[in-house]
C-alpha cells in the first residue's frame, strides 16, 4: 500500500498516537490529522511534519475523517467515542490501540451508532517511557498487532484495517475474540509488568547498583511502566490477572521447595524446559 486514498484522525499524540503519524506520514494519506487536549503535542507533531493539521477539539477532524485511531487509555476511549457519536463521519473506522479488549468492545458497542464500525486492536508495540518525544516511525517494525472483532465488524473495513497494520511494519496479525485477548495479554504483558515492579521493590540490600548486571536489567526494565496506564489495565483485567498470579506463585514455590529439599534433577528438569520454551520465542 504506497498511499493510504483516506482522511485520517489520530485521537492521542503519546507515545503509541505519535508512532502512528509518523508510520502513517510515509505512507502518504489524503490528510492525516490528530487531536489532543495538549498543545504543544500538536505543535510538536506539526513541527515534525508528521500530521497536515492538528486539533484541540475534536470536531472539526472528525466529520471528515474515514479512519479514527484512537490512542488513548481505555476509560477515555470509551468516554471519547461516546462524546463524540454526534461527530463522527458516517461510515467511519473507529479503532483503538487499548490493552484491554472486553470491557471496551461491550461498552463502546452498547451505543455506538449503527452507521460506524469500532473495530478493536491492541499493537504489541511499545516502549517503558511515554509522550510524543520517545515516538518512532519504526516502533512497529516486526511487531504483532491483535484485532479482536466481533460479528458487527464489517469484513470489508477490518481487510483495510489490515493492510494498513501491514504497511507501518507489523510482522504478524492476530485475531481473537476480545476476551481471549484479556486472557493471553495477562500473562504475556500485564503479568511481566507485576513482577518486574514487585522484584525491583524486593531490594533490601544497600548499594545494590554496584551489583547489577544484564539479568536484573532484563528482568526489571518494564518496572519503569506508566504507571496510570497500567493501574487502569490491571483492575480493569483484574481476574485474569489474578489467575495468571496464582499460575506464577504456584511455579515459584515449587522452585523455592526443590531448592530447600536439595532435588537437582528436579530443578535441572524444571530449568531446561524453561529454556527450550524461552528458545522458541520469536
Excluded at 476509560?75 to 461516546?82: A, D, G, Q, R, S
Excluded at 524486593?202 to 548486571?213: H, K, P, Q, R, Y
Amino acid at each position: 500500500m504506497d498511499e493510504l486514498d483516506f482522511n485520517i484522525t489520530i485521537v492521542g499524540l503519546g507515545l503509541i498516537g505519535g508512532s502512528f503519524a509518523m508510520a502513517l506520514n510515509k505512507l502518504k494519506p489524503k490528510n492525516l490529522w490528530a487531536v489532543d487536549i495538549d498543545e504543544d503535542a500538536i505543535k510538536t507533531a506539526k513541527s515534525l511534519g508528521i500530521i497536515d493539521e492538528g486539533y484541540l477539539q475534536p470536531e472539526i477532524p472528525l466529520k471528515n475523517s474515514d479512519i479514527v485511531i484512537i490512542c488513548l487509555y481505555p476509560e477515555l476511549t470509551i468516554k471519547f467515542i461516546n462524546d463524540n457519536m454526534n461527530n463522527f463521519k458516517s461510515g467511519a473506522i473507529i479503532t483503538d490501540t487499548a490493552g484491554i479488549k472486553h470491557k471496551i468492545l461491550e461498552k463502546i458497542n452498547s451505543f455506538l451508532r449503527k452507521d460506524l464500525d469500532f473495530i478493536g486492536a491492541h499493537p504489541m508495540a511499545g516502549r517503558e517511557s511515554n509522550g510524543i518525544g520517545f515516538a518512532s516511525k519504526d516502533i512497529f517494525n516486526d511487531a504483532n498487532y491483535i484485532i479482536t472483532p466481533t460479528d458487527k465488524n464489517k469484513k470489508e473495513n477490518i481487510e483495510i484495517l489490515e493492510k494498513i497494520i501491514k504497511s507501518i511494519g507489523c510482522k504478524n496479525i492476530v485475531k481473537v475474540s476480545p476476551k481471549k485477548h484479556d486472557e493471553i495479554i495477562a500473562f504475556t504483558s500485564q503479568l511481566p509488568h507485576i513482577i518486574a515492579s514487585a522484584l525491583v521493590n524486593s531490594d533490601i540490600e544497600e548499594n545494590t547498583n554496584l551489583f547489577i548486571g544484564g539479568s536484573f536489567k532484563d528482568a526489571t526494565r518494564v518496572a519503569n511502566m506508566n504507571t496510570q496506564l497500567w493501574l487502569e489495565v490491571f483492575i480493569d483485567n483484574g481476574k485474569n490477572i489474578i489467575e495468571k498470579i496464582d499460575i506464577f506463585e504456584k511455579n515459584l514455590s515449587q522452585i523455592k521447595n526443590l531448592i530447600i529439599n536439595k532435588d537437582i534433577d528436579s530443578l535441572e528438569s524444571i530449568f531446561e524446559k524453561g529454556k527450550l520454551k524461552r528458545g522458541e520465542i520469536m
